[in-house]
């Protein structure tokens, strides 16, 4: 069994009541909970003092490197190198190839021949950098990713728990309708996909999803449970909902932050 914990699911910015995008999904692993952390959006590292001691997650995901998705791992830099537990461990963070030079472009970087600084190395060789690669192995999960349709390199992510009958599941990051996360969504127990659009006629193409194509997705992939996230704070997220519940035969929710699944394989 995995838990997925909804800490931020804010569509494109933060909003009134939740950080921006990111999730918590954790599962036993060597007499202990193995935590991953898909995304850090802004406002998601205060968040997370909720649900768990930020020192404990164990790896990083990043779906993409749009600043809804990243930015807050500025703010996990600031508690690693500052906050009375620091110096905390070196820890992977698995993402598109630039994201290193990304985030250290987003903490700014210090001047002059200052190459640490007082407390601990600069952002950008604080982290272990892992590039995607379409199969990893992350604690106790096959992570398995495929790009997506977003204007930036994007990437759908499937965790599944490796383990014979573990859960699986999958989050679409940022993207427009995908035959790729179709596949990659393949009778998963949960997909969690976001849903930034309205059902309309002009919206772009390669960009977002509306609630019915995301239920649509989910229905083609035979997933057995979808949690619709990414509403943006301009949209009411049951008018999301009700566009997508006659597309998809099974239960449809919206994600909210705190909300928890603990997800178990069939
Ligand atoms: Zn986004
Ligand atoms: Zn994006």
């Known amino acids: 069994m995995m838990k997925l914990t909804i800490v931020g699911c804010s569509g494109s910015l933060s909003g009134p009541d939740s950080p921006a995008s990111s999730y918590l999904v954790q599962a036993p692993y060597q007499d202990r909970t193995f935590s991953l952390l898909l995304d850090c959006g802004p406002g998601a590292m205060g968040a997370l003092y909720r649900y768990l001691d930020p020192r404990e997650i164990d790896a990083i995901a990043l779906s993409h490197l749009h600043a809804d998705h990243c930015l807050d791992l500025c703010g996990y830099y600031v508690a690693a190198c500052y906050s009375p537990s620091a110096p905390w461990p070196r820890r992977p963070v698995y993402g598109p190839a630039n994201a290193a030079s990304r985030i250290a472009q987003a903490y700014e970087v210090p001047r002059g021949d200052s190459s640490a600084s007082e407390h601990g190395p600069p952002i950008d060789e604080h982290f272990d950098w892992r590039i995607w690669q379409p199969s990893q192995r992350i604690g106790p999960f096959t992570v398995r990713t495929v790009q997506v349709d ?117």
Do not use: C
Request: glycine residues 10%; charged residues 20%; without cysteine.
């Open 150 to 266: 977003h204007p930036v390199e994007a990437y759908a992510i499937r965790v599944e728990e490796d383990k014979p009958g573990g859960a699986a599941m999958v989050y679409s990051g940022d993207t427009g309708p995908s035959e790729a996360l179709v596949q990659i969504a393949n009778r998963v127990d949960l997909l969690l996909v976001e849903s930034a659009f309205l059902d309309h006629p002009d919206n772009p193409d390669g960009m977002h999803l509306s609630g019915a194509q995301a239920a649509a997705i989910g229905q083609a992939a035979g997933v057995a449970a979808i949690v619709i996230t990414h509403i943006p704070p301009w949209y009411e997220p049951d008018r999301v909902l009700a566009e997508a519940t006659p597309h998809f035969d099974g239960p449809v929710s919206l994600a909210k932050p705190g909300a928890v699944w603990d997800i178990v394989g069939r």
